[in-house]
């Protein structure tokens, strides 16, 4: 049995070059591939499968940054449509690339204990795993 994942860095690469995140509180990443039953007249049960394919969508809480140089200006590169790509590496573990992403949608949030927020939507069209 394989140790419990306690640890995953986030990184970069887009036109500006390649940064790993230290800005992100947490993350998620859907993979909108699905395997789907296919029904068929005469067919007891099911007749087979057929494989959805597709991107998915990573989900970015960021904690919000002072000044003219973020970590990341996610609103710049939503505003040109700027094409790069994300990788995740768990600690002595796992690592995939989501090729071809984009920024779908920036929020804000916060709160009266100086909890400020954005909500980043990337959304991709491949995974790789490494």
């Not at 690339?97 to 949608?105: D, G, H």
Request: negative net charge; glycine residues 10%; charged residues 30%.
């Amino acid at each position: 049995m394989g140790e419990i994942v306690s640890q995953a860095t986030i990184s970069i690469d887009f036109p500006e070059g390649s940064v790993e995140l230290s800005r992100v509180k947490s993350f998620e990443v859907t993979d909108e591939r699905e395997l789907e039953v296919v029904k068929a007249v005469g067919v007891e049960g099911g007749a087979g499968f057929r494989e959805q394919t597709g991107g998915g969508e990573i989900k970015l809480d960021v904690y919000r940054e002072d000044g003219d140089e973020p970590e990341v200006d996610y609103r710049a590169l939503q505003r040109e449509r700027a094409s790069f790509t994300v990788t995740v590496q768990d600690r002595n573990g796992a690592r995939e690339q989501y090729l071809s992403t984009r920024v779908s949608n920036v929020g804000r949030s916060g709160d009266e204990t100086g909890n400020h927020m954005d909500s980043v939507v990337l959304k991709f069209l491949q995974r790789v795993d490494l």
